[in-house]
């Protein structure tokens, strides 16, 4: 299976079936125990040394263990065996044990034998499913033969796989958007089709192959089918939405709300959580985990990509992405990991511009998966004709393109941003040029606010030395000089650090306050160069590099009074803008 399933999968909120799931480890289970305990029931002399019952409830754990080691004893199928061993041990001791005490004491044996499962997503998912279907009573009640018709008992099993499918929906949508911020729309639907099917027909088919592997080109045939049926629900437009993250308050409270409507108590109870719900797309942007800017200032994400560069730049109602960092493998990129992750949590459904620098792949290796996840209105960029994100189509055009060159100016929501690298005569060179040469340099400026300067971040993409210079001589034979066109407030740093770059004079005409670095933790290309560290260190610019800060974020309001060479620090006293995601959210292993 390839991404493209595994998005196929995610959309339509099915991807707990074609894993390992709990669901398939007790049927595998339930079948193995059925087996024995038909087997049992055949001798006197073993039904009198020890109960079929106990005997079906053993060999079901027990079985149900032995699939979970072939199938590789993951965290998930150790949770699935430790909740059926503690279930049926409760069963074996004849105590007619509520559903409460049985959930609680699964969870508390779970948690005992690994605290670390508290911090994943599936332990929450897994226990609310189980604790709401064992609290809304939807077992089927075994019937006796001729006590209903077939009709009857098919309509009854419908009716129940419908209802449990409904309270699942009900109670784990709001914990996925919790912790994905993603809503599966066509869930309900997918699921409806997809659980019968993979669990009475294929799993068994699967297991069964291994007897007779005829059984496997069927079960391979009705996993094509229904891959067919939920790629085409997937692809519908609104299949599934994203919803911004907030804060845990906030998020806690959605969870609770979404948790009163599947409690065994009277309709009228349930819905006290329903107005909670409702007012969840209306809540304003103030409220979210990073806000956006106000009017004429901008934000900034530096997102950590390992060894590569990704900035988020937001306005008041406009978005910029610049670089889309490395491209990791076949099957995986920083676009698909870390940009789209981001733009999804921040609430940024659309990029008015992404900007590749230049084609080197730490730059341009997630930009396709940002493309295909998130609508781009316009691409800027150095990249020649035939590079393969030239040739995107969207809607059955191709993505629309715009060459990076020197001079080009806009402004969003009072914010200026203007490209100040290369220059259209550099692309006729391009075979005498590095790639780095042509990388793009964009500049973006807010409107001062009383009593402060006007804040700015530059954007230097891989420049080397001969661009660093290029670019600092064009701002001083223009009318304004360096000082207007090149100085900022935030650099990031050019070149990942490297020694061919952030030369004194280019750092003399931007004159940063804080340097950010985004480079791999450990790289091999020893980024960011110890001679250039020093070299911010010794002009008393504060920095800070990704491994360590993860995503740096800063809001264009916070800018400081003045520059610290107009308040003559000591080199040793940096002023520092900006925070580190990762001081923000400090785990105690920090």
Known sequence: MDREDWDVFRKTSIAHLISISGLHIAMVGWMGSMLLARLWRRSPWLMHRWPAPVVQLVSGVLVAAAYSLLAGWGVPAQRTVCMMAVWALLRIGGRPWPWPPVWLAAAVVVTVMDPWALCQAGF???FVAV???????????????GEASWRARASSMVQSLVHTQWLTTLSLTPLAAVFFQQVSVVGFAANLLAIPVFTVLITPLALGGV?????????????????????????????????????????????????ALVLPVPWRWRLAGLPALLLLPFLPGQWSLVPPPLP??????????????????????HALVFDAGPKV?????????????????????????????????????????????????????????????????????????????????????????????????????????????LSCVVRVQAKALPGREAASVLLAGDIETQEEADVVARARASGEGPAASLRSTVLVVPHHGSSTSSTEVFLEAV????????????????????????????RGVSRVATPACGAFLWNSGDAPLAQPQALKLDPAQHLHVGECWRQRTRHYWD
């Open 124 to 126: 929450w998912l897994s």
């Open 131 to 145: 604790g709401v279907l064992m609290s809304s009573g939807t077992v089927l009640e075994p019937t006796m033969p």
């Open 211 to 259: 007897a007779w592997p005829a059984l496997w080109s069927v079960a391979a045939w009705l996993v094509s089918m229904t891959v067919k049926v939920l790629a085409w629900m997937a692809h519908w437009s609104w299949a599934a939405t994203h919803v911004p993250m907030l804060p845990m308050g906030l998020s806690a409270l959605v969870v609770l709300a979404a948790g």
């Open 296 to 317: 004429g200032q901008f934000s900034v994400v530096a997102a950590d990509v390992g060894q590569g560069t990704s900035v988020l730049v937001r306005t008041a109602r």
């Open 329 to 437: 493998g076949d099957q995986s990129d920083a676009g698909q990991r870390v940009v789209v992750p981001l733009l999804v949590a921040l609430g940024v459904t659309q990029l008015d511009e992404l900007i590749i620098s230049h084609r080197d792949a730490d730059h341009v290796g997630g930009a396709a998966s940002v493309v295909r996840e998130v609508p781009v209105m316009l691409l800027r960029s150095s990249l020649e004709d035939e590079h393969p994100l030239r040739q995107t189509m969207v809607d059955g055009q191709l993505l629309r393109h715009r060459r990076c060159e020197a001079g080009q100016h806009w402004q969003w929501d009072g914010v200026d941003f203007t490209v100040l690298h290369p220059r259209a005569e550099d692309y006729e060179r391009r075979v005498d040029l590095s790639t780095n040469a």
């Open 511 to 538: 004159r940063p306050t804080q340097a950010v670095i985004q480079v791999g933790r450990r790289n091999g290309y020893g980024h960011p160069s110890p001679e250039i560290v020093a070299r911010y260190d010794e």
